[in-house]
């Protein structure tokens, strides 16, 4: 981001940077800097207010007025950690033939549908699988859990890749089962702990990663700090 | 998970020094054009998602609001921008300021780059300046830069 400031500057282009990451920033120190500390991935704060968005635009803005390099802090931090826990009902078994799983990932499909209705599809599935592809995809990480080698298994891409469409699935239903826009990672959270499809991604990540492939394999199949 | 640990696990990854570093003036805010730069791998749905190490950068066009995030980290919150793409490309907003008179226009073209990068080489000589010269060209006179 920094980086970018710098070199636009060069260009003749005047650059105001916005970052959440304190040290990241400080250390970076683009030419116009406002600290912003909002969760990662929600740069202006809050989703769907206008009003918050609006004065964090007016803060950025009025850095244009310094004659020289400043890094200034906006005032009202987002606390949001996702720690809270996200109340969202998993639908009952349907179909006892199905792995529960696959029952889990068909069981949400009105939800993702609804979703992808409103929103459009901006984070969903499509990098390397649809919404239909999900369940194939699900059931090659389970053959990696099991044992079945990894480039054997049949993952229809980059393990990591895959994993971000089965995340994507799940964290978009969560907008189709609520009635507002959940705080930041807690449909993360809600994935990794409480779903089958997010525990299969997790024991298929292990299972990369103890068979020796290289770390941009299976690491980033799910956040860092997992 | 939280918030701050992913953080932390960014805080000290290193950056390039620039030793001259540039400051440019810009017209009055109510005079200028202003487009979006952002870090977020932003992609129209019928343009090319972005390569694991990808320095290039995506046209956006400002009428077609049809974004979608093509980043390969998954150390942040994606259901934001997935509800209201003003979290991460505020273009609804800038409109509004446009239409006040705040800000002069708000650019017909926006950019995307990757920001998952750990060499940045790529994007300080060659796409970062192509960008830059790509805006400048199409009148833009500031840039909002953002992250996710």
Redesign the interface.
């Known amino acids: 981001m920094s980086t970018l400031a710098h070199v636009f500057e060069f260009e003749g282009i005047a650059t105001i940077a916005l970052g959440s990451v304190r040290k990241q920033i400080e250390n970076t120190a683009p030419p116009r800097g406002l600290l912003c500390d909002f969760p990662l991935g929600r740069p202006l704060g809050r989703p769907d207010d206008a009003k918050f968005q609006h004065r964090v635009l007016s803060h950025a803005f009025s850095l244009l007025e310094a004659e020289e390099p400043v890094l200034e802090e906006f005032e009202e931090p987002v606390a949001e950690t996702g720690t809270e826990g996200l109340v969202c009902p998993l639908p009952p078994r349907s179909n006892d033939d199905l792995l529960p799983v696959i029952d889990e990932i068909r069981g949400l499909r009105p939800a993702y549908d609804r979703a992808i209705a409103k929103f459009g599809n901006r984070a969903g599935t499509g990098r390397v699988v649809s919404a239909d592809g999900i369940e194939a995809a699900v059931e090659s990480l389970i053959r990696v859990a099991d044992g079945t080698p990894w480039k054997e298994a049949g993952i229809p891409g980059i393990p990591s890749r895959v994993a971000q469409d089965i995340r994507g699935y799940y964290e978009i239903s969560v907008l189709g089962l609520t009635d507002h826009i959940p705080a930041a990672w807690s449909g993360t959270n809600w994935f990794f702990t409480k779903t089958l499809a997010g525990k299969v991604v997790l024991a298929a990540r292990a299972a990369i990663g103890d068979s020796g492939a290289k770390r941009p394999i299976w690491f980033y199949m799910a956040p860092g700090d997992r | ?7 932390s ?5 290193e ?2 020094v ?1 030793e001259n ?6 017209p009055e ?1 109510s005079k200028a054009t202003v487009a979006i ?1 952002s ?1 977020a791998s932003l992609h129209h ?1 019928d343009q090319d ?1 972005f390569a ?1 190490v990808d320095i290039g950068y995506r046209v956006l066009k400002n009428q077609k609001r ?5 980043h ?17 490309i ?1 273009l ?3 409109d ?2 446009e239409s006040e008179g ?2 002069g226009k708000v650019s017909d073209v926006h950019l995307s ?1 990757a ?1 998952n990068q750990f060499d ?1 080489s790529g ?2 000589m060659d796409s ?2 192509a ?3 790509f ?2 060209e199409q009148g ?9």
């Open positions: 998970m939280s918030d701050a640990e992913v953080k696990m960014a805080e000290n990854i950056a390039p620039f570093k540039a400051f440019t003036i810009p805010l730069v870090t749905e998602d694991p049809d974004y979608q995030t093509g390969w980290s998954p150390n942040f919150d994606s259901v934001g921008f997935a509800a209201d793409f003003n979290t991460v505020p609804d907003r800038l509004e300021l705040k800000i780059y920001g940045l994007i300080r970062g300046p960008g830059a010269k805006l400048k833009v006179d500031i840039a909002l830069l953002t992250p996710v």
